[in-house]
């Protein structure tokens, strides 16, 4: 295997890295087992301790309370966040500055505040006494938050269809409008459905940031158990591994989508001009 | 309102240790990834392995979860740090470092095959053509994501106020508790404080990129 970084290797090369990973592989067996020893000795592997996670009735609470809410909220302010991300990305390419500036703004804005602090605002705004509660809380924050994400996305999505595209539509006499619905549109959400199935699993995540104001959930029902049972280890090794789980099949489907719709062609990638995609 | 502006010193204590945070845990988790990223490419085939199977982890785990496992089970194990900074660093760094071995090693694989086969083919050392040619490349292709990464660490470090780290989000809460008519103002002063120094995370980056930029 030659890269950038090194040659083909030798054959005393090759020996030496072949010491190299068995002193590699020692080491790292010997820090499991130090975990996995620090566990037992500690009495983590207790029954009392996993007990919750075999019983069918907290593993329906789990899945139905837990990761069903969670994927709800994700799966909510997913959908109204690509609402909220196309009108914000095609006000900013519109040609009137009126609209231009004042969508820039509100995309800087949502990419630049924390989500929690977002999401802290609205709740303790609009949330508690007979507003719109903790589930609606962080789905508005994550839908504010992912639309001016995907808002980007958008952008660089019509961007990466070519110049002729929009010439020739504009050639034939389409009015602006039909340009940007017929021609540039349907050929940029091709090229973007991989970025925003990313930015699901940024969502499914972000979904956990509700433990702050009690939103139901994933995280809600861990602390819930964590408190009943005192088992926080356990507890956060299954609901880890539930997120985990759930983003790695989201992941594997927005491959597939990918090799489906646009082949093996490299993944478009948003341009991060102020704030981080990578959340 | 007034709330607010009489007491800014404790504004500015809370974005003192938000920076606090964010310096220390960027050091901690660009060290860690940096190491991560060179495990990950180079020819140790177990270390490559440990180290895709702990950027996959970490990068599909919620940071929350994170802060979950380093404040409340890991007091289980007798692993016990007092310090709630120290906490909070760890917890941030062990997330962010998964990212930041990832910006680098994007921006390694970025350069091409042929730039290193030619500084073999003119007779450069290992060293000489790292040090001339893969890594002065390299370095260039990594600043903008990891502009990006570090904006993230920056906007992440709000989530050790679910934790009892007074920093800048818990401090919001703490305002908009005592001054419920003046929310909005209060959240929009905050909010403000966090655009600057994502701007000057930012600006640095653009900074950086155009000072290294050369004619290609």
């Known amino acids: 295997m030659s890269s950038v970084l090194f040659d083909n290797p030798g054959p005393r090369t090759r020996a030496r890295h072949k010491v190299y990973s068995a002193a590699a592989a020692v080491a790292l067996v010997l820090v499991v087992a130090g975990l996995v020893w620090l566990m037992y000795v500690n009495g983590q592997f207790a029954y009392e301790l996993w007990e919750p996670f075999l019983t069918p009735a907290y593993i329906e609470v789990m899945l139905v309370d837990g990761l069903l809410k969670t994927l709800q909220m994700a799966f909510f302010s997913v959908i109204f966040a690509l609402g909220l991300g196309l009108v914000l990305g095609v006000a900013k390419m519109s040609d009137h500055a009126w609209v231009r500036w004042p969508s820039w703004g509100i995309v800087e804005f949502f990419r630049a505040v924390p989500l929690l602090l977002l999401i802290i605002f609205i709740f303790f705004t609009f949330g508690t006494g007979g507003g719109i509660g903790s589930f609606w809380s962080v789905v508005l924050g994550l839908t504010l938050y992912n639309g001016a994400v995907l808002a980007e996305v958008f952008r660089a999505g019509v961007n990466a269809v070519p110049h002729g595209q929009a010439e020739a539509a504009y050639a034939i006499g389409m009015r602006k409008s039909q340009v940007m619905n017929v021609v540039l549109l349907p050929q940029a959400v091709k090229i973007m459905l991989p970025a925003i199935i990313s930015q699901m699993v940024v969502a499914l995540k972000d979904t956990s940031l509700g433990f702050y104001i009690l939103a139901p959930g994933l995280t809600a029902v861990g602390k819930l158990i964590y408190t009943e049972f005192r088992n926080p280890l356990p507890t956060a090794i299954v609901v880890t591994s539930l997120y985990v789980a759930a983003n790695l099949v989201l992941s594997l489907i927005a491959t597939r989508v990918q090799r489906r719709l646009v082949g093996e062609q490299k993944a478009l990638e948003a341009p991060d001009m102020a704030a981080g995609s990578a959340v | ?216």
């Open chain 2, 1 to 216: 309102m007034d709330d607010v502006f009489s007491n800014f010193d404790l504004v500015l204590k809370a974005f003192a240790l938000t920076i606090e945070l964010l310096v220390v845990s960027a050091l901690t988790s660009l060290v860690l990834g940096t190491l991560l990223a060179a495990f990950r490419v180079g020819p140790i085939s177990v270390l490559a392995k440990a180290g895709t199977l702990y950027v996959n982890l970490v990068r599909n785990t919620p940071l929350l979860m994170i802060f979950i496992f380093v404040f409340i089970a890991m007091p289980e194990l007798e692993l016990n740090i007092e310090n709630f900074f120290v906490k909070g660093c760890l917890a941030l760094t062990v997330y962010t470092s998964a990212f930041v071995c990832e910006a680098i090693r994007s921006g390694i694989n970025s350069v091409s095959l042929g730039q290193a086969e030619a500084s073999r083919a003119v007779g450069f050392t290992f060293v000489q053509s790292m040090r001339h040619v893969i890594l002065p490349q390299a370095l260039r292709a990594v600043v903008p994501p990891l502009a990006s990464v570090l904006i993230a660490l920056a906007k992440n470090t709000s989530v050790a106020a679910a934790f009892g780290l007074l920093e800048a989000t818990a401090r919001m809460r703490y305002f908009t508790n005592n001054n419920a008519d003046a929310r909005p103002e209060i959240f929009i002063t905050f909010a403000i404080g966090y655009i600057i120094i994502v701007e000057v995370l930012s600006a640095g980056a653009i900074g950086l990129e155009r000072r290294w930029k050369v004619a290609r």
